[in-house]
Structure formats: structure tokens, C-alpha cells
T-cell receptor
Framework: SQTIHQWPATLVQPVGSPLSLECTVEGTSNPNLYWYRQAAGRGLQLLFYSVGIGQISSEVPQNLSASRPQDRQFILSSKKLLLSDSGFYLC??????????????FGDGTRLSIL | AQSVAQPEDQVNVAEGNPLTVKCTYSVSGNPYLFWYVQYPNRGLQFLLKYITGDNLVKGSYGFEAEFNKSQTSFHLKKPSALVSDSALYFCAVRSYNFNKFYFGSGTKLNVKP
């Protein structure tokens, strides 16, 4: 069966420090991968998605970047964190084939607090 | 463009009563619709998906969803609510090229004993 791992679960970082959040998927090949941010326990904002190694689509211009160095690894980074980067970050994957009715599957998220 | 809307920020229901969480959609082409649940400090969990031709779709934990093409709705239902159903619920639609998902703003369900 497929599993998704996301770490760390919580992170407290000072303003101006770098960031690296990692997400890995097991049990599937060539998944679509996604990073979302959720503010105040509400709506999801799509940050980046990837349909293959090295292929990154950015949805919102901001202080963050994403990379996909391996098929099932997705990394969210920042060189200098801002206070506004605080939030709950969620990684997700979906099957690229099999029709449109294949859902997304989410990791357990990273709670990022910027001080 | 694909989109979904959840008109209610919050739904309150007593334990044992039926519950409905509303979702309307706007799509071009076939609607690929989903419901997810989120508990505090956790990721979203997949509940169910629309299957073409089925107006009533059954999912996890006793939830079901009613698809209505004329009203462009995909409401989440459960015949008898549990306190443990209290959570945040999201409706979503998959984009026409299957690469992106569009989520509603979420509905907080409160089930009171």
C-alpha cells in the first residue's frame, strides 16, 4: 500500500533563517506531488505541484521554492523565512493516471511557527 | 475553470441526528468530486469520491454523498451523527487535466452530545 511521510511535525524557526521540509511517498511510482499551506485551520492554498522529477509548477509567487530531486521526494525550501510564512504545511500525492477520479492523499503536515 | 463552493462555515447538529454538509461545483467536462475530513493538527483524509452514474455514493465512516447534476451539488450526508464526526470537512474537484485539485473553503462540523 502507498504511504506518505512528512517531517518534521512541528518546527519553530527565527525570522530570516532557512527552511527545508521534506516529503516522501512509498508504494507508488511517478506520483503527482503537491505542497499546500493552510492558515488558521481553514482553506488550503496550493503552493507548488510536480508531475515529474525536476518539474515544478509554482502557483503563488512568494518566499518559498520547491524541488523534486527524486521520483518520490518533494522538498519545500526557503532561504530566509518571513513572519508570514507561519502556517500548517501539507504535502500530498495523487496518481497521475487511472482517470480523474483518483483522489489526493495527504501527509500529517508540519506546523511551522516563525518567531 | 473548475471550482467548488461550501456555503456554510459551520454546521451544528445534535448527536444521533442526520447531518448534511453542502457543496456546489462548477466544472467544464466530467465532474471529478471528492470529500475529505480533517481533524485538528492532522492532514486531510479521503472520505469518498463521485463515481459517474451513481447519484448516491457511499464512503468511509458511514458517510455518503448525494450528487445532483441539475443543482450542480455534491452534498455530504450521514444518517446519524456522532460526536467523533466533529471536524473540518472539505469538498474538492480535480482539474480537467488531472494535475490540480481545487478545494472549498471548508465547513466546520460540530456534533453536540
Amino acid at each position: 500500500s502507498q504511504t506518505i511521510h512528512q517531517w518534521p511535525a512541528t518546527l519553530v524557526q527565527p525570522v530570516g533563517s532557512p527552511l527545508s521540509l521534506e516529503c516522501t511517498v512509498e508504494g507508488t511510482s511517478n506520483p503527482n506531488l503537491y505542497w499546500y499551506r493552510q492558515a488558521a485551520g481553514r482553506g488550503l492554498q496550493l503552493l507548488f505541484y510536480s508531475v515529474g522529477i525536476g518539474q515544478i509548477s509554482s502557483e503563488v509567487p512568494q518566499n518559498l521554492s520547491a524541488s523534486r530531486p527524486q521520483d518520490r521526494q518533494f522538498i519545500l525550501s526557503s532561504k530566509k523565512l518571513l513572519l508570514s510564512d507561519s502556517g500548517f504545511y501539507l504535502c500530498a500525492w495523487s496518481a497521475p493516471t487511472g482517470g480523474g477520479n483518483q483522489p489526493q492523499h495527504f501527509g500529517d503536515g508540519t506546523r511551522l511557527s516563525i518567531l | 475553470a473548475q471550482s467548488v463552493a461550501q456555503p456554510e462555515d459551520q454546521v451544528n447538529v445534535a448527536e444521533g441526528n442526520p447531518l448534511t454538509v453542502k457543496c456546489t461545483y462548477s466544472v467544464s467536462g466530467n465532474p471529478y468530486l471528492f470529500w475529505y475530513v480533517q481533524y485538528p493538527n492532522r492532514g486531510l483524509q479521503f472520505l469518498l469520491k463521485y463515481i459517474t452514474g451513481d447519484n448516491l455514493v457511499k464512503g468511509s465512516y458511514g458517510f455518503e454523498a448525494e450528487f445532483n447534476k441539475s443543482q450542480t451539488s455534491f452534498h455530504l450526508k450521514k444518517p446519524s451523527a456522532l460526536v467523533s464526526d466533529s471536524a473540518l470537512y472539505f469538498c474538492a474537484v480535480r482539474s480537467y487535466n488531472f494535475n490540480k485539485f481545487y478545494f472549498g473553503s471548508g465547513t466546520k462540523l460540530n456534533v453536540k452530545p
